[in-house]
Antibody, heavy 119, light 109 residues
């Protein structure tokens, strides 16, 4: 059974850098075809895709946030890490990691990590 | 960036009825990369449909997806109270970007 779990700070200050970790169980991040993404959701609002990393370390980012995002993985630790710089209150929300299937749909999700940006 | 517009914003129906949710794209989509999700309050989204019409594992056949080009639909037949949720469509396109619609809230009264 594959599971994902997000972890990271619940509160960050404006201008700080956010670092979130997604730990996979039951899945090798270096196995061919494995892809993972980060998606966020402001309170009461829609889902917003942020970044994707593939088994071969290829990466893509949401264009409008590209300069602030970095996604990486540590296959030996079964972790995918997202960093987002220069956080502002508009970045407040729940951050999810998800696995991507062969149809580029997010077929498995973590429980989410709520992040509040406030001084 | 491709924009997905979902309608209606809110849908109120009775148990046993059929719901049809619409997702319109600002550009032509590949059906292979259109998906639908269900999200209940306080929960993570759950994949219902991928490839426009293929149900995910464990999804009952009351849920069906269809459409092509710029218009896709999610149909839920025989509505049950547990179907109350927000439903999102999603696409992945040639611009190497994923986008979601703004969601349709389904209420079962």
């Amino acid at each position: 059974q594959v599971t994902l779990r997000e972890s990271g700070p619940a509160l960050v200050k404006p201008t700080q850098t956010l670092t979130l970790t997604c730990t996979f169980s039951g899945l090798s991040l270096s196995a061919r075809g494995v892809r993972a993404s980060w998606i966020r959701q402001p309170p009461g609002k829609a889902l917003e895709w942020l970044a994707r990393i593939d088994w071969d370390d290829a990466k893509i980012y949401k264009t409008s946030l590209k300069t602030r995002l970095r996604i990486s993985k540590d296959s030996s630790r079964h972790q995918v890490v997202l960093t987002m710089t220069n956080m502002s209150p508009a970045d407040t929300g729940t951050y999810y990691c998800a696995r991507i299937n062969e149809n580029d749909a997010f077929d498995l999700w973590g429980q989410g990590a709520m992040v509040t940006v406030s001084s | 960036e491709i924009v997905l517009t979902q309608s209606p914003g809110t849908l109120s129906l009775s148990p046993g009825e059929r719901a049809t949710l619409s997702c319109r794209a600002s550009q032509r989509l590949s059906s292979a990369y259109v998906a639908w999700y269900q999200q209940k309050p306080g929960q993570s989204p759950r994949l219902l449909i991928s490839g426009a019409s293929t149900r995910a594992t464990g999804i009952p056949d009351r849920f069906s997806g269809g459409g092509s080009r710029t218009h896709f639909t999610l149909t839920i037949s025989g509505l049950e109270p547990e179907d109350s949720a927000i439903y999102y469509c999603q696409q992945f396109g040639s611009t190497l970007s994923y986008t979601f619609g703004q969601g349709t809230k389904l209420e079962i009264k």
